[in-house]
């Protein structure tokens, strides 16, 4: 499935109020490194039942990537109940990605 970049379409506030696992995933449609990591993110969070993906367009001054302080993308925040419980930076190795989603699952069992 192909996933675009859309820019903010929620504040920080509102993530932090998301319930749930959700996935914010900084970057842009452009980015080489962007378009080189999804072979490595896809397989892992492609079908993943009850995650919520949300494909952050960012840039300078965009304030919700700011707030999360996104420096490189792609960045992926992995987040339960509004709170951030993984982070991975230019993953390149779906393991990466694996671990962050163990995380977030162990994270929401908890509550």
Known sequence: MSHGYLPETLTR???DALPGATVLQF???????CRAAKNVIEPVLEGV???????VEDGKGRPLGR?????LWPTLVFLADGEEV???????KSEDVSEALDRQTAALACT
């Open 13 to 15: 506030d509102e993530a």
């Open 67 to 71: 707030s999360y302080r996104v420096k």
């Open 27 to 33: 970057g842009t449609d452009w980015c080489g490194y």
């Open 49 to 55: 039942e009850g995650l919520n993906r949300v494909f």
């Open 86 to 92: 993984a982070r991975v930076v230019r993953p390149w």
